[in-house]
């Protein structure tokens, strides 16, 4: 608890353009959570650099990806948005969280067996313990929630089984995470494949809606969204994966049910469908555009969220460092 509230940390990656599944399944829960929690949003640049990166990229993403989580609604001034690099608290307890990690655990996280297939000429350290410098990310701040995809659920239990182990030995030092997984959008699909996830680094350009397609562009990337030859919008997991995956995306931008949109498209064909469901698209992400334009001409506000908020999450994740330091048994500093 930071005051009244309970506490909420999530994190992104700013490696590659951000996807409609980004969106759906993490940032809109975000906006969502905000008021309810002390929220700490962290753009996670050292889980980043796990796989190679050009540095000016990586550095120039970064920014973007901050100003993005403003540009979704994030208020700065209510919530800790902040680099991760910037607090050295992540690294400091990631170390310790290593040593009360088992390898066998490690080598279970699918992300690691996809992520070392993918850059088998990299298989370094960091990506195989990359899910405890998660667990330090979340445990720092005490987290009570975490807002994220289906796709981040292995390394949440594995946080919350360090944060009981290390609690077992030492007493209730850290706050057991639970994940926030959103009703609809926790698992948006790829538009040229439905059984992979719609993801940030797929070399195909037309599998993934990014964040700042601009509305012909979406509207194509849906016309060639890859379906099946039923001819029915219905929600059938088993033969139309595609189509239930548009139906996802199309619920989560109008709220409407399953339901709603089988009878919406009773008797319509595909192409009309996939229009709506376009437009629903370009509709949901024009504010966010709009904003991240206004954004980048304001040099001097984002820096200076960028400076107050490091110094507020240094603050909070202090106070954790502190007492898991002295439970472990380093010696106090001489102040
Ligand atoms: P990342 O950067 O891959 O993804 C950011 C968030 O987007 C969600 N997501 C999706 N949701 C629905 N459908 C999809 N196709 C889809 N693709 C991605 C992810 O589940 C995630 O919530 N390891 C994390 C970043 C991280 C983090 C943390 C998250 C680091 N430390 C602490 C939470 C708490 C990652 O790589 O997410």
Not at 141 to 168: C, K, S, W
Not at 194 to 223: Q, V
Not at 225 to 239: C, H, Q, W
Request: aromatic share 10%.
């Amino acid at each position: 608890m930071i005051g009244d509230k309970k506490v909420l940390f999530s994190g992104m990656q700013a490696t590659g353009n951000l996807t409609l599944g980004n969106y759906l399944g993490a940032l809109s829960n975000w906006v969502k959570l905000a008021d309810e929690y002390e929220c700490f949003y962290s753009v996670v640049d050292m889980h980043s650099i796990t796989v190679r990166q050009d540095p000016a990229e990586l550095r120039s993403r970064a920014r973007k990806l901050l100003c993005l989580y403003i540009a979704a609604g994030l208020d700065p001034e209510k919530n800790c948005i902040y680099y991760q690099s910037h607090v050295s608290g992540h690294a400091e307890l990631a170390w310790i969280l290593n040593c009360f990690t088992y390898m066998g655990e490690l080598s279970r996280m699918t992300q690691f067996k996809d992520k070392s297939a993918k850059h088998a000429d990299n298989i370094n350290a960091g990506l195989f313990t990359y899910p405890v410098l998660m667990a330090a990310d979340i445990l720092l701040y005490q987290a009570d929630v975490v807002p994220v995809g289906i796709d981040q659920m292995q390394h949440l239990e594995l946080t919350r089984d360090i944060a009981q182990r290390f609690n077992a030995l030492y007493g209730d030092v850290f706050t057991v995470p639970e994940p926030y997984i959103g009703k609809v959008g926790a698992k948006i699909m790829s538009l040229q494949d439905p059984a992979k996830k719609m993801s940030k680094s797929d070399e195909n350009p037309n599998a993934s809606i990014y964040l700042m397609d601009d509305p012909d562009t979406i509207m194509r990337k849906f016309k060639r969204a890859v379906t099946d030859s039923l001819g029915a919008v219905r929600y059938n997991e088993e033969e139309q994966p595609g189509i239930c995956n548009l139906m996802d995306i199309y619920g989560a931008c109008t709220g409407k049910s399953r339901q709603d949109i089988e009878s919406k498209f009773e008797g319509k064909g595909y192409g009309d469908f996939k229009t709506a469901v376009g437009e629903s698209v370009v509709e949901k992400l024009r504010p966010l555009q709009e904003k991240m334009e206004d954004l980048a001409k304001n040099k001097d506000y984002i820096d200076s969220v960028i400076k107050n908020n490091a110094e507020k999450a240094q603050y909070f994740a202090n106070k954790t460092l502190r007492k898991v330091q002295k439970k472990v048994g380093f010696p106090e500093k001489i102040r």
